[in-house]
């Protein structure tokens, strides 16, 4: 069974930091592209971040540039999405996905064929 868990999610202050993390079952993370979506009450999901298989190279979207990272451990099936400064405009329902080919940006939610049920994150004071 294919499985792809999120948890990490909370409540924290503006400026606060959260890591969150990507647990995968039934299929082998390290043959995926992985991205991180976000959506937030009443907006469309969007992209946030992207890590390629191989090389590992990382996309951003430009409203989390410079505050969120992602990093991947292929030997524990998991990723880490990692958010620091944290904004309100943050708060959203957070998800990873799994593409099975190479990405050349963040790209869209058609790309990614593997979805996590989300884990719910909260920035206010």
């Known amino acids: 069974q294919v499985q792809f868990v999120e948890s990490g999610g909370g409540l924290v202050q503006p400026g606060g930091s959260l890591r969150l993390s990507c647990a995968s079952s039934?299929?082998?993370?390290?043959?995926?592209?992985i991205g991180w979506f976000r959506q937030a009450p009443g907006k469309e999901r969007e992209g946030v971040s992207c890590?390629?298989?191989?090389?590992?190279?990382?996309y951003y979207a430009d409203s989390v540039k410079g505050r969120f990272t992602i990093s991947r451990d292929d030997a524990k099936n998991t990723v880490y999405p990692q958010m620091n400064s944290l904004k309100l405009e943050d708060t959203a329902v957070y998800y990873c996905?799994?593409?099975?080919?190479?990405?050349?940006?963040?790209?869209?939610?058609?790309?990614?064929?593997?979805w996590g049920q989300g884990t719910q994150v909260t920035v206010s004071s």
């Open positions: 890590i390629n298989r191989n090389n590992g190279t990382t």
């Open positions: 039934g299929f082998t993370l390290s043959r995926y592209a």
């Open positions: 996905a799994a593409a099975p080919r190479p990405m050349a940006a963040v790209g869209h939610e058609y790309e990614y064929d593997y």
